[in-house]
């Protein structure tokens, strides 16, 4: 079914995520932080929603976003570098946009990088001009080179892309990367950047008007309560009214301090705070006056 057509009424939501593979237990894990269970089937492809009416359908990656373009899932978990490489390639050969990154899940975080053998010197894109590099990302890379008028033959390849330049196939690389030991091992080295790729929450470019909406709507909802709050810590604490200006300048990275009522003459204050509260932070905090600090973990909320 193509996209322009519209696919028949639903009322139940389906979410495609990746069976086996890395974004497989961190999707799961996440969908049931959101309320979600289920039903698992015997042959573990289709999961049947038992809280909600939403069923899980498990899948390769490179099989979501055509799922999504063809109405017969709602919702995918996915990385952002597979569905830019399929939206490219989609746009390569005039088809319009089916589906679109609707939230970053904060996980599966990988870049797409040019890599070339260690010996290279390193002088900048216009190197690459005549060279053959091996991808699984042509679109990306035919798009990233064209736009800097670079005239380099990508060649495909679906899998052990890092081995092309020792097989002489290619000269260099375009390919994920996380910690960077695969391209050490097969004496890479990493120089440029072209995604910088997270799962993402992958939905249609138009929402359906059936029953879907509202869970839809629901479940984004959800997720954010959960991904939102991930990296996030509630600070309590006590402190007299003069040190609350000093604590504020060391806590850049919290929402606007909270004032509880107060106990005895000193304030008590709490605030979320987005980055990480050490010991050697909360031992700096106590220096300029809080006391009986409490760092409390937050599973989700509801904005
Ligand atoms: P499938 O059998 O589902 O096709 P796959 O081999 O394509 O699996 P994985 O290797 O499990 O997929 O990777 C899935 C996703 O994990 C990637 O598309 C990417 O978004 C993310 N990822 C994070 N770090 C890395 C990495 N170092 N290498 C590859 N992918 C990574
Ligand atoms: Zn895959």
């Given at each position: 079914?193509?996209?322009?057509?519209?696919a028949?009424?639903?009322d139940?939501?389906?979410?495609a995520?990746?069976?086996?593979?890395?974004?497989?237990?961190?999707?799961?894990?996440?969908?049931?932080?959101?309320?979600?269970?289920?039903?698992?089937?015997r042959?573990?492809?289709?999961?049947?929603?038992?809280?909600?009416?939403?069923?899980?359908?498990?899948?390769?990656?490179?099989?979501?976003?055509?799922?999504?373009?063809?109405?017969?899932?709602?919702?995918?978990?996915?990385g952002?570098?597979?569905?830019?490489?399929?939206?490219?390639?989609?746009?390569?050969?005039?088809?319009?946009?089916?589906?679109?990154?609707l939230?970053?899940l904060?996980?599966?975080?990988?870049?797409?990088?040019l890599?070339?053998?260690?010996?290279?010197?390193?002088?900048?894109?216009?190197?690459?001009a005549?060279?053959?590099?091996?991808?699984?990302?042509?679109?990306?890379l035919?798009?990233?080179?064209?736009?800097?008028g670079?005239?380099?033959?990508?060649?495909?390849?679906?899998?052990?892309?890092?081995?092309?330049?020792?097989?002489?196939t290619?000269?260099?690389?375009?390919d994920?990367?996380?910690?960077g030991?695969?391209?050490?091992?097969?004496?890479?080295?990493?120089?440029?950047?072209l995604?910088?790729?997270?799962?993402?929450l992958?939905?249609?470019?138009?929402?359906?008007?059936d029953?879907?909406?509202?869970?839809?709507?629901?479940?984004?909802?959800?997720?954010?309560?959960?991904?939102?709050?991930?990296?996030?810590?509630l600070l309590?604490?006590?402190?007299?009214?003069d040190?609350?200006?000093?604590?504020?300048?060391?806590?850049?990275?919290?929402?606007?301090?909270?004032?509880?009522?107060?106990?005895?003459?000193?304030?008590r204050?709490?605030?979320?705070?987005?980055?990480?509260?050490t010991?050697?932070?909360?031992?700096?905090?106590?220096?300029?006056?809080?006391q009986?600090?409490?760092?409390?973990?937050?599973?989700?909320?509801?904005?």
């Amino acid at each position: 079914m193509s996209a322009t057509q519209t696919a028949p009424a639903r009322d139940r939501l389906r979410i495609a995520i990746q069976k086996n593979g890395r974004l497989a237990e961190p999707a799961r894990s996440l969908l049931t932080a959101c309320g979600l269970s289920w039903r698992q089937s015997r042959d573990k492809l289709f999961c049947y929603g038992e809280s909600l009416p939403v069923d899980l359908l498990l899948v390769r990656d490179d099989d979501i976003p055509g799922l999504i373009a063809d109405g017969v899932c709602d919702f995918g978990i996915v990385g952002r570098n597979e569905l830019d490489e399929q939206g490219a390639a989609r746009r390569r050969i005039g088809l319009p946009d089916a589906y679109q990154a609707l939230r970053g899940l904060n996980f599966g975080q990988c870049r797409l990088m040019l890599a070339v053998p260690e010996e290279w010197e390193w002088t900048g894109v216009e190197q690459l001009a005549g060279k053959r590099i091996a991808t699984s990302y042509p679109a990306i890379l035919a798009d990233w080179l064209a736009e800097r008028g670079v005239d380099a033959q990508v060649v495909e390849l679906s899998g052990s892309v890092e081995i092309a330049p020792r097989l002489g196939t290619a000269d260099l690389i375009c390919d994920l990367v996380s910690s960077g030991a695969t391209l050490a091992a097969n004496q890479l080295k990493p120089v440029e950047t072209l995604l910088e790729s997270e799962a993402v929450l992958a939905g249609p470019v138009r929402t359906p008007d059936d029953a879907r909406a509202g869970l839809m709507a629901m479940l984004l909802r959800r997720l954010d309560g959960v991904v939102k709050v991930q990296d996030s810590k509630l600070l309590m604490f006590r402190a007299a009214l003069d040190r609350v200006s000093e604590l504020t300048r060391l806590l850049p990275d919290a929402d606007p301090l909270v004032q509880l009522p107060d106990d005895g003459g000193h304030l008590r204050l709490q605030t979320m705070c987005h980055g990480a509260l050490t010991w050697q932070r909360l031992e700096d905090l106590e220096r300029a006056g809080a006391q009986g600090l409490m760092v409390l973990s937050v599973e989700r909320s509801l904005a």
